[in-house]
Nanobody
Framework: QVQLAESGGGLVQAGDSLRLSCATSEPTFGEYAVAWFRQAPGKEREFVAARRWSTGWSVYADSVKGRFTISRDNARTTVFLQMNSLKPEDTAIYYC??????????????????WGQGTQVTVSS
């Protein structure tokens, strides 16, 4: 079974940048969609961004559009979430996940079957 491992979280100041990584032991980031979700204390897990290279779509939550970008390495074993102009409201645990949803279901938690353990991002004001 494919396993995912996030890394790159930390404590930063508002306006700073951070790059999260999501690594897998198998090159699954070709056929599968990869999504990032986040969960702040006391809140439900929410969609951040997703991309599926095999079908050519990418989608971002309105709250991060223009600031966050998903990319991957050439080996297709690591996906990155570049986060720029961070805000205190971006503070959360960030999770990566994989699945095979169509674009219409890209924002849905249930579309993704494999999840990482999460990495904490804290943005101070």
């Amino acid at each position: 079974q494919v396993q995912l491992a996030e890394s790159g979280g930390g404590l930063v100041q508002a306006g700073d940048s951070l790059r999260l990584s999501c690594a897998t032991s198998e090159p699954t980031f070709g056929e599968y969609a990869v999504a990032w979700f986040r969960q702040a204390p006391g809140k439900e897990r929410e969609f951040v961004a997703a991309r599926r290279w095999s079908t050519g779509w990418s989608v971002y939550a309105d709250s991060v559009k223009g600031r966050f970008t998903i990319s991957r390495d050439n080996a297709r074993t690591t996906v990155f979430l570049q986060m720029n102009s961070l805000k205190p409201e971006d503070t959360a645990i960030y999770y990566c996940a994989t699945g095979r949803p169509p674009l219409s279901a890209a924002r849905t938690i249930g579309s993704y079957r494999t999840w990482g353990q999460g990495t904490q991002v804290t943005v101070s004001s």
